[in-house]
């Protein structure tokens, strides 16, 4: 089945203890992406990669990290969360965007609680 | 800069019933695409349906299907025959062609009654 994985699906942690939420996808995609979701903020992105890596940064990159070193995975990285960083988290990825006309296809999301 | 406005933040819907979810975007490119996502109060985010701006038929899938006016800027989503599993939350998107970055609506809920 196609589909983006994305793990854990619910995460609580403390401040300052660094985590990574992994993301997978079986579609051979080129591109990929991390979103994060707040309520009346909307949904927001991390960072975006558009191959192996290719990585840039989105709208709020600062407090993660990312890294594409498979075209398959694409790891959302915290080395210190903060409380502000307590979100839902989507990863999401597609094929190339050549006139913004490939849907993103979103994993099941992490609900992350930092405290 | 490309914008999605959805005016409608609620909506109800008998069950059997057709329902239409609005959506109006403003972009300055000649080549987009529109999609529409739901996310149920579970939390995941579907890719429902998409319209690319050069499709000359208006794009169905299944019970969904998009109302694409092109001079109005207008991509609206048609739920034909509600159930009690579509109520959720309705995002109306586009993407930057330059970065992929997804723009998204504010967002419509949607709840059907039995």
């Known amino acids: 089945e196609a589909q983006v994985t994305q793990n854990p699906r619910y995460l609580i942690t403390v401040t300052g203890k660094k985590l990574t939420v992994t993301c997978s996808q079986n579609?051979?995609?080129?591109?990929m992406s991390w979103y994060r979701q707040d309520p009346g903020l909307g949904l927001r992105q991390i960072y975006y990669s558009m191959n192996v890596e290719v990585t840039d940064k989105g709208d709020v990159p600062e407090g993660y990290k990312v890294s594409r070193k498979e075209k398959r995975n694409f790891p959302l990285i915290l080395e210190s969360p903060s409380p502000n960083q307590t979100s839902l988290y989507f990863c999401a990825s597609s094929l190339v965007i050549a006139g913004g006309n490939s849907p993103l296809h979103f994993g099941n999301g992490t609900r992350l609680t930092v405290t | 800069a490309q914008k999605i406005t959805q005016t409608q933040p609620g909506m109800f819907v008998q069950e059997k019933e057709a329902v239409t979810l609005d959506c109006t975007y403003d972009?300055?490119?000649?080549?987009?695409?529109l999609f529409w996502y739901k996310q149920p109060s579970s939390g995941e985010m579907i890719f429902l349906i998409y319209q690319g701006s050069y499709d000359e038929q208006n794009a169905t899938e299944g019970r969904y299907s998009l109302n694409f006016q092109k001079a109005r800027k207008s991509a609206n989503l048609v739920i034909s025959a509600s159930q009690l599993g579509d109520s959720a939350m309705y995002f109306c998107?586009?993407?930057?062609?330059?970065?992929?970055?997804?723009?998204f609506g504010q967002g419509t809920t949607l709840q059907v009654k039995p």
């Open positions: 972009t300055s490119d000649q080549s987009y695409g």
């Open positions: 579609m051979n995609h080129e591109y």
């Open positions: 998107a586009m993407r930057n062609s330059n970065t992929g970055k997804l723009i």
